[in-house]
Structures are given as C-alpha cells and as structure tokens.
C-alpha cells in the first residue's frame, strides 16, 4: 500500500512536492488544498483532485502525511499547529529565530492529539543543520561555517522590488572564494558578514527612473545589503526573463576542527549542495521525510520531530537489511 | 556524571579514542585493555590502567561502553559477538562485504543480553554509509559516486611491502580530477576502477634490488594495482621517514540527481572529508557514536544498530532544546 500525501498550498514548494511524489513508488498523491476557487488551479497528476483548504478534513481518512507548504512569516505559525490535530504533518518553516516557539505550539498539538509533525525540513534548516549537528559531534574542538549560495534570495529580491521606480529585480547571494579557500585552508578565520558573501543585483528599472538613485538605496539598504558589498546590474525586462527566470541555489556547510592529544591534526568536513531549483530540492528533501513521519506514526509515535530526532533508516524506502548490505 | 569508556585495543585506533575521550567533557576514561603484558603499555591519560584483555569481565561494572580497535579481518568477527554479550559496544568492522553475517552474529549476542552494539562505525563505512543514505532517499532518480583520497591505504602500502627487494612502502590513493569534475557536472559519467582513482607509491628498495622489476611487480599485482594506473617512485628511507610518515585520509560522497516533472533540474549533493590523521577521525566518529549508544542502552534499547538506525541527536551532548536553538 502506497503512502498518500496530501498537498497543503500549491504554489512552487507544493508543485515540487508533487514531482517529487511521482519519483518514489511506495507514495501516492492523495489530494491537494488550495485557498483559490479549487477550479482555477490545475494539477500535474491525472486523477487527482484539487479542493478548497476549507474541506480538508474532510478528506483525512484518505490522507497519510499532509505537507504544508505555506511561508513562515504567516501561514505555518498557525497552520501547523491546527493541522497537527489531525494529521501526521510535514512543514519547512525556516525563521529560524522562531523554531523554539513554534515547536513547541505544534508539539502541545501532536501531542494532545497522538500525531507526528515534523517541522523545519528541507536544506536550511534541514539537511544543512544535519551536518552542523554529526560534524560538531564528531569534532567538539574546531569551528562551523554555513555559506549560503550562489543563489537566488526571494526576500532580498522582494526588498529590490519595492524600490521606487523597479519594475523587477532578482537577486543573488554568494560565497566569497577567498573567504572559502581560508576555511578549507584550516585557517578557522573569524570572518564578517562581508567577508562571507557578496549580493549581486539585477534590477530592471523605469524608463524615467534615477539608476544612480536605486543603486545607492539598494547598497545603503538596512538588514538587507548595508552590511554587504553588493553589485547592481541595470539590465531589461527581456534580459531578466530569458537570463534570470530560474530559482538555482545551494550553499556549504564546513566544519574545521583539531584531533590529537595536543590538537596536533586538522580535518576538515564538508557539505555542499549546488541545486537548479531551490523549490524542488526542498520538496525532495520534504517527501523523503514524509516517509519517516508515516513509519514513526505506524509506530505510534507523537508529537513534535525535527530531523535531529529521526534516525536516517527511516527516510529510505529500503529495508534494514538492504540498506546494510548495499549502503552501508 | 560522565560516560565511563573501556578501550579494547591500544594501537593507532586505540590512541585516537584516547585522545578524542579528552575533548569530551561529558566522558571519561575508564581502562585500557591490551594483548601486550600490560606493564609494557603505557597510556596517555593520568591515573587510568591498563590490564590484559582477559581481565576485561572483572572490570565490567567501570566501564558504560567497551570500543573496541580490533582490526576487522580476525579480531572483531570473534570480538564483537563475545563483548555483547556482556558490554555496550562499538566497533569500526569495515568489511563491507560481510557487514550482513557480521550484523546478524552481533545482534543474536546483543539482543539475547540486552546490550546496545553498533557496528560499521566510522567515515566508510559510517559517515559516507550515513551520506548515501540520505542523499539517495531525497533524490531517488539519481546516482551515487563515492571516491576516496587522497589518502594512505595500509592494505596496498603492505602489499608492496611484501615484495622481494622492497624494505618500506607508502601507497596513496588519489582521486582523479577528470573524474571529479565529470561528476559534479551532472554527467553522471559511468566511471571505470581506472578512471576513477590513481594509486602513487613511495618505495623503499635495497640496495642491491631490481627496482625495474620491482615497480613492474607492483604495476601488475592483481586486485591491488593492475586495474588502476600507478605511479612508482623510489626514495630513500630517510626520505619516506621524512616526507611520508602521516595517515592522512579522506574522501567524497557525490550524488547527482534530477528533479521536476520531466527531471528538467539537476542537484547535486557533495560530502566531502580531508583528513590530517585517518585514526583519529575513525576515533572521533567512534566516541561520538559511543555517547548515543550509551544513551540508547539508559533507555534500556538493545540489539545491534548501524549509523543507519541511531538518530543524530543522540550524538550530540547538547539538548533537544539547544540543538533546535543554535544549530536548527
């Protein structure tokens, strides 16, 4: 019997959820929610229907895992913890300020109500703070550095957009060569936010607009570029649709550390990702664990999860002793 | 109070344990067990004993997990089943292919006496082990490649040392760059055991050998060099004491896979390990693993576990609060 998923939102992440679906065979697609009129949205996958968010529960007795794929900023806040009520939940919440806050409102719900809930899934958080956790276990003396990029940034693009006299923007954050050869190096650098990433800007303004102004807003922006050095392109509209449609992104999580009865030996482990489409990585990253989420939930297990409290043997649709002969 | 750690085996694994026990503040250590006379060996760490490996019963209550540093040809399939029996244990048997016999005896013992036994530990198997696992469960439609090196292996370095002539060896694998760079370029290249790797050694012969025959020898050996292309070069003992005296190790676990509905993206996931002191990071991997298996058995789990089934925050000394605070 295959694991039915239901789909919470179908924007990018939820369109992503859905191929990701059809790639593993012990999964189905069972539904997928929407807030617009269900009729105006149409799904990849035949025989699937597409229903009003309102009617989910409804359907949870045809729905094993239920993805939510809504933001951080509004939706999973409240979402989470209301779905959790009623079914084993997946969700990517990523303000990692707030994971304390959030795991607990959803960890009283999965609780309460005997579900799993698995929250702040994906890459970062995610597979990145996997790393951050094993390598830091095994290296207790040495220093961790996250790299995010080369990449496209939806909230710094977003602050570009709101400049007076942008019709559109994308921006894109990367790490700093020489900031990445000094940690591979050993060197355990103390590096500023500066020395870490640059932004680079392409930005497609008015006919009448200030160039020199927006470039100077941009660069001086609080928060989102003051603290960077940040490159601005004018480019067109035609320019940014046929060169920057595509949602590329990735990053490194290294750590350097000493071993040795006087530290006198330096290891250095990494994990890079380099992902044409940040959604639909997030989405694989999401399904493999939905899988987890269902076999601890036919276990009985409750309450609130993060990928720290599930061992790895669950995301694999192979079997224990597969795993040891072929993976292992 | 702290992980009390038994070390059975006082080699180069042995002393890495010792030393990684060290940054640990949560553990300490509690004997060292050894086949020599044990007046003979002398320990690192003020104030613990040493004492013959037949001693080790009467010790039982000191010690809340046994590792053990037994090689995995002859020592650990006739250790690890025997320890069980009587001890929380660890061990780094890395002969993949009998990983699944050497399981099934390990956990018979362990089951039976209700002790807590993980083996295969380590960075391979153990860390990449953990690595293709993950990275196959997110991208299914996709390809593994792992490579090792550059790195000294002790299986080929001894077998040019038994060659006539030869009076010392250092044999290092090396992966090719060509190679590398075909698979982070989403090639997903078919690679053969000479595309792959190069080995490079560093011989010692007497004075009076053939070195021509000597190297052809080696070029020639089957299963240990005839398939790879090899690079010979003499040097003298003063040399290889010199410039060649490390055990540097490491290595990358590379998968590449597609995603979307039509597989029209392309990610790629990199884990990669470079090494100062292959035993101590063995070691460091180890004493992290040691921390979960202690804590597995206090929840009074038993049987034998891979890295496969340990959930990555039992690794780890901070809490669950903490690790979703700072490294979520």
Same mark, same amino acid.
């Given at each position: 019997?295959?694991?039915? %998923?239901?789909?919470?939102? &179908?924007?990018?992440?939820?369109?992503?959820?859905?191929?990701?679906?059809?790639?593993?065979?012990?999964?189905?697609?069972?539904?997928?929610?929407?807030?617009?009129?269900?009729?105006?949205?149409?799904?990849?996958?035949?025989?699937? #229907?597409? +229903?009003?968010? @309102?009617?989910? *529960?409804?359907?949870?007795?045809?729905? @094993?895992?239920?993805?939510?794929?809504?933001?951080?900023?509004? $939706?999973?806040? =409240?979402?989470?913890?209301?779905?959790?009520?009623?079914?084993?939940?997946? !969700?990517?919440?990523?303000?990692?300020?707030? %994971? /304390?806050?959030?795991?607990?409102?959803?960890?009283?719900?999965?609780? @309460?109500?005997?579900?799993?809930?698995?929250?702040?899934?994906?890459?970062?958080?995610?597979?990145?703070?996997?790393?951050?956790?094993?390598?830091?276990?095994?290296? /207790?003396?040495?220093?961790?550095?996250?790299?995010?990029?080369?990449?496209? #940034?939806?909230?710094?693009?977003?602050?570009?957009?709101?400049?007076?006299?942008?019709?559109?923007?994308?921006? &894109?954050?990367?790490?700093?060569?020489?900031?990445?050869?000094?940690?591979?190096?050993?060197?355990? /650098?103390?590096?500023?936010?500066?020395?870490?990433?640059?932004?680079?800007?392409?930005?497609?303004?008015?006919?009448?607009?200030?160039?020199?102004?927006?470039?100077?807003?941009?660069?001086?922006?609080?928060?989102?570029?003051? !603290? +960077? $050095?940040?490159?601005?392109?004018?480019?067109?509209?035609?320019?940014?649709?046929?060169?920057?449609?595509?949602?590329?992104?990735?990053?490194?999580?290294? =750590?350097?550390?000493?071993?040795?009865?006087?530290?006198?030996?330096?290891?250095?482990?990494?994990?890079?990702?380099?992902?044409?489409?940040?959604?639909?990585?997030?989405?694989?990253?999401?399904?493999? &664990?939905?899988?987890?989420?269902? =076999? *601890?939930?036919?276990?009985?297990?409750?309450?609130?999860?993060?990928?720290?409290?599930?061992?790895?043997?669950?995301?694999?649709?192979? #079997?224990? $002793?597969? *795993?040891?002969?072929?993976?292992?």
């Amino acid at each position: 019997m295959s694991i039915r %998923i239901g789909i919470m939102g &179908y924007g990018n992440l939820g369109r992503g959820i859905e191929c990701a679906v059809k790639q593993n065979a012990d999964m189905e697609l069972a539904a997928v929610f929407t807030r617009r009129p269900p009729k105006t949205v149409s799904v990849l996958t035949e025989g699937v #229907s597409v +229903y009003h968010v @309102d009617d989910v *529960l409804s359907h949870k007795d045809e729905i @094993d895992v239920l993805i939510l794929c809504g933001g951080s900023a509004t $939706d999973l806040p =409240r979402q989470t913890p209301a779905y959790a009520r009623h079914f084993h939940v997946v !969700d990517s919440f990523d303000t990692h300020a707030r %994971i /304390p806050e959030h795991f607990a409102a959803v960890n009283a719900a999965a609780t @309460d109500s005997g579900h799993v809930a698995l929250i702040s899934c994906g890459w970062d958080p995610g597979m990145f703070s996997l790393n951050r956790l094993y390598a830091g276990a095994i290296l /207790p003396d040495g220093k961790d550095y996250t790299f995010w990029g080369k990449g496209v #940034s939806q909230g710094h693009s977003d602050a570009i957009r709101r400049i007076d006299g942008v019709l559109d923007a994308k921006q &894109y954050t990367i790490p700093r060569e020489e900031a990445l050869a000094a940690v591979r190096g050993g060197e355990n /650098p103390d590096l500023t936010t500066r020395q870490k990433h640059l932004r680079e800007c392409f930005v497609v303004a008015a006919e009448d607009a200030d160039t020199a102004k927006i470039e100077q807003e941009i660069k001086t922006m609080p928060n989102y570029f003051a !603290d +960077y $050095d940040t490159v601005v392109h004018f480019i067109t509209m035609e320019e940014l649709k046929r060169d920057h449609s595509g949602i590329p992104h990735g990053g490194f999580v290294i =750590r350097s550390g000493k071993t040795g009865w006087n530290g006198e030996h330096t290891h250095l482990i990494e994990y890079s990702l380099k992902l044409d489409s940040n959604p639909e990585f997030t989405s694989s990253v999401l399904v493999a &664990y939905a899988r987890a989420v269902y =076999r *601890l939930g036919q276990e009985g297990a409750a309450g609130c999860k993060t990928v720290f409290d599930i061992a790895p043997a669950y995301l694999s649709p192979l #079997s224990g $002793d597969e *795993l040891r002969a072929h993976l292992l």
